[in-house]
């Protein structure tokens, strides 16, 4: 290693400055007399200086975008303190949902609760639409697993996305035909309003079905919702079929939630036949009052 001597270390302290003012004050002039070169200097500069760049804004850049070992270890540190919370929560909803599963069942074995039939169900295309003897139907493609089981799926209910359909009246080996609610031959049993008020709605060959025999005195209230019924054994209760509006001749129709202008695809309910059948109540002796008056 090179000493300098103490008086030459003190002369080129005292010119450091005086240099690098003329160093900067001649860049100047010459950024001033010719400003391409200042510009093809500074793109040289930086295209030197850019993999120091990088290699120095690499680690703060993966630490930033949680990259590297360390950035890693951060975000499970924070992911496993968020499962852990999760999972606490998780827990306490457990608890309440088993309380609330005691409690259900025991309500059921109070009430003697018979739950409702699981339908078997599967989805059909929509092939064509035909008339036939009927004005409103649909051929309906069913799959391969149905074959040989054709007076299985007579009577299965069609449905789309939003509402019932229509019910299937024929079937075959691959198709079967689906009369819609809005053909004049449907006749289906549905529950009006809240209250489940009784009547029936039949096919008028047009967008919207009528409505029939609904209790004296109670007419349908614009806008109740129209469920099937389980009058008749035909159609299993509660499913969504339309609403109530009244037509320019005041007279109550109902306005299908199904798309039965746009059918493309159905699902096919095939509800079990053994349906649960209630014990009859059987009458009790009648006792008169002479008899009552002797005891």
Do not use: C
């Not at 309440?96 to 059921?108: I, R, W």
């Not at 004005?135 to 040989?148: C, E, F, I, K, Q």
């Not at 001749?249 to 939630?257: F, K, S």
Request: a neutral charge; charged letters at 15%; zero cysteines.
């Amino acid at each position: 290693m090179i000493r300098l001597s103490v008086p030459f270390r003190q002369a080129l302290s005292r010119l450091t400055l005086p240099v690098m003012l003329i160093v900067s004050l001649g860049a100047v002039l010459v950024g001033r007399a010719d400003q391409a070169l200042t510009d093809r200097l500074r793109a040289g500069l930086d295209d030197w200086l850019a993999p120091a760049y990088a290699m120095m804004t690499a680690p703060v850049m993966m630490l930033e975008h949680d990259g590297g070992v360390v950035g890693h270890f951060f975000n499970l540190e924070a992911e496993n303190q968020q499962l852990q919370a999760e999972n606490a929560k998780l827990r306490q909803w457990q608890a309440v949902a088993m309380a609330l599963q005691a409690q259900n069942d025991e309500l059921k074995s109070a009430l003697n609760y018979v739950p409702s039939p699981t339908p078997e169900f599967f989805s059909a295309k929509v092939v064509a639409d035909l008339g036939g003897i009927y004005a409103r139907s649909v051929l309906v493609s069913t799959p391969d697993n149905m074959t040989g089981q054709a007076a299985k799926l007579v009577g299965a209910i069609a449905m789309d996305g939003r509402g019932v359909a229509g019910r299937v009246v024929e079937a075959g080996d691959r198709s079967a035909r689906v009369l819609l609610i809005t053909d004049l031959n449907s006749r289906i049993p549905v529950a009006l309003g809240v209250h489940g008020q009784p009547a029936l709605m039949v096919g008028t060959n047009g967008d919207d079905p009528g409505l029939l025999y609904w209790a004296p005195g109670t007419p349908p209230a614009e806008g109740d919702m129209v469920l099937t019924s389980a009058v008749g054994g035909v159609f299993p209760p509660g499913l969504p079929v339309g609403v109530v509006h009244y037509d320019a001749q005041n007279d109550p129709v109902v306005l299908p939630l199904a798309d039965i202008g746009g059918l493309r695809l159905l699902r096919l309910f095939i509800y079990p036949t053994n349906q649960p059948v209630l014990a009859p109540v059987h009458d009790q002796p009648k006792v008169s009052a002479k008899s009552r008056r002797k005891h």
